[in-house]
């Protein structure tokens, strides 16, 4: 059984930052690609951004140049670096972790950005 937990999320003006990471455990395939998806009010849930296990990043293009995806394998931990926030990125965050077969989701944080 895998499980991730995500931690980081809240509540931060416009303009600021935020880092969300997830930890994964379990029976962990090798070669797996975590990433980040978020789901706001009313709207169907997004990629944000991915990273494969070589450190190959893909993002979102509302999100370039803004948010940092990275990770340490050996602890089996994503991140992501979230600056410039603007109240368009408020949403609950969730975590994947996938491999052929498998896909596993976080619970989600929530991350609203307000004034």
């Known amino acids: 059984q895998v499980q991730l937990v995500e931690s980081g999320g809240g509540l931060v003006q416009p303009g600021g930052s935020l880092r969300l990471s997830c930890a994964a455990s379990g029976n962990i395939f090798s070669d797996n690609l975590m990433g980040w998806y978020r789901q706001a009010p009313g709207k169907q849930r997004e990629l944000v951004a991915r990273?494969?296990?070589?450190?190959?990043?893909h993002y979102a293009d509302s999100v370039k140049g803004r948010f940092t995806i990275s990770r340490d394998n050996a602890k089996n931990t994503v991140y992501l670096q979230m600056t410039a926030l603007e109240p368009e990125d408020t949403a609950v965050y969730y975590c994947?972790?996938?491999?052929?077969?498998?896909?596993?989701w976080g619970q989600g944080t929530q991350v609203t950005v307000s004034s």
């Open positions: 990273i494969t296990i070589g450190g190959i990043t």
């Open positions: 994947t972790l996938r491999w052929p077969g498998y896909d596993y």
